[in-house]
């Protein structure tokens, strides 16, 4: 098989990377090591900004986005048993939109195998070869059999565990990272939301209350690494949350039955450059942000626009001068999106290593941003938008 682009992933930016090139009139295939409905089934983000909502409309694929997802116009955070909320509209103009990341794969793959565009599932990578010269090969694992892929591109849209970002040559990539000691312990619960997205500080630890629609609540505890999900039983799980959310009468949080778990630990990683020849890396294969930001999924968009961006370039003027840009275009966004959600989720989480002295300051920071209208804008303005590039 032979194709201009091929791509590795049917993640959020392998599938958004193949209907941009589609607009272009580039060719690719994508090869996904799993299943569609594993793809369709994996429960992860749940915010968009409004660089990830322009590119799902212009695309003309938001029609479901537009009516099932939520605007979310508020961000609350809670320290002390007080408040702060942040008039996401009102401090920047801007909201986000709360659809849920397996939403948003399930329209981009029902729209991909109705135009008829190769989507290979269950079609695993297990080798690349020459990608430093013009004829890179994919060598993958198909219904038992091993096939090849011959392409222009490889694009590395594999996630954290994938195969591209270590195909490349030792000493040619440098990668940054901080690991956390805990995990978020993620829950999906038949249950009517609060009204705002709300992220918790308190003594016990971090907490957010956030939504897929009327009546699903997502919700998230910070969680020691060591736990599993058997350490929480449905009542637990409930008492911590109100406790954690200073909800004294158990009023305020609507319970309801818990139908989905995960547990995610918590990393800040990024390897630059994103390019090795023709081979270019996009999304969680060469960044990982902690959650607290909601910034995983957004942040895929945006390399992918300036991905397709540089590719077209090339194929309609032959020059790759885009193409060697794409790493240095991409890395200074990634890095202050980082950045913020490392900011945040220090802001927000019980470190075990933190004195009562670091719990103090952290306790004042919030006490600032309850007072300061500047302090709240500054958060507020990276929350809606880090990850907008020009298309
Ligand atoms: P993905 O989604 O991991 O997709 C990669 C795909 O590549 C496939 N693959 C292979 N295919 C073929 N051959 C191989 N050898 C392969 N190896 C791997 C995999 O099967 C998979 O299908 O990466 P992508 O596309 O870069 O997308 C990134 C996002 O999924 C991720 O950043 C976000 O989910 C992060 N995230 C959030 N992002 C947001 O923007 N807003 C949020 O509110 C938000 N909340 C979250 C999150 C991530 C979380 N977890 C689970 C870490 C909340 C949580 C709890
Ligand atoms: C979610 O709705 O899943 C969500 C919201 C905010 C975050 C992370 C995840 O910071």
Redesign the pocket.
Known sequence: MKTQVGI????????FLSHLLNQHGIESVI????SRA??EG????????AG?INTLNNLGLGDRMNREGLVDNGLDMRFRGRTIHLDLPGLTGRSVKIYG?QEV?KDLIAARLESGDPLIFD????RLEGLDSDAPRIH?RHEGIEKTLDCLFVAG????????RAAVPEGLIQTYTREYDFA?L?VLAHAAPMADMTYTNHDRGFALC?RRSMSISRL?LQVPLSDTQEDWSDSRFWDELHTRMFDGNGQEIQEGKIFQR?I???RSYIAQPMQYGNLFL????VH??P?A????????VADVRVLCRSMAAFFSTGSRAGLDRYSAECEQRIWKTIRFSVHLTGLLHRFNEHTPFERGTQLAELEHIASSESAQRMIAEQYVNL?DVAD
Request: charged residues 20%; aromatic residues 8%.
């Open positions: 590795i992933g049917a993640g959020p930016a392998g599938l090869l996904e090591a799993r594993y793809a994996r429960v992860r983000a749940g915010v968009l900004e990830t990341q794969v079609a695993e990578v297990i993958y849209c594999d996630g954290f565990h994938g195969i591209a978020w993620g956030s998230y995960d995610a630990r918590l996009a999304g969680d294969a990982i942000v959650p930001g909601a910034k995983g999924l957004n942040m895929a990850s």
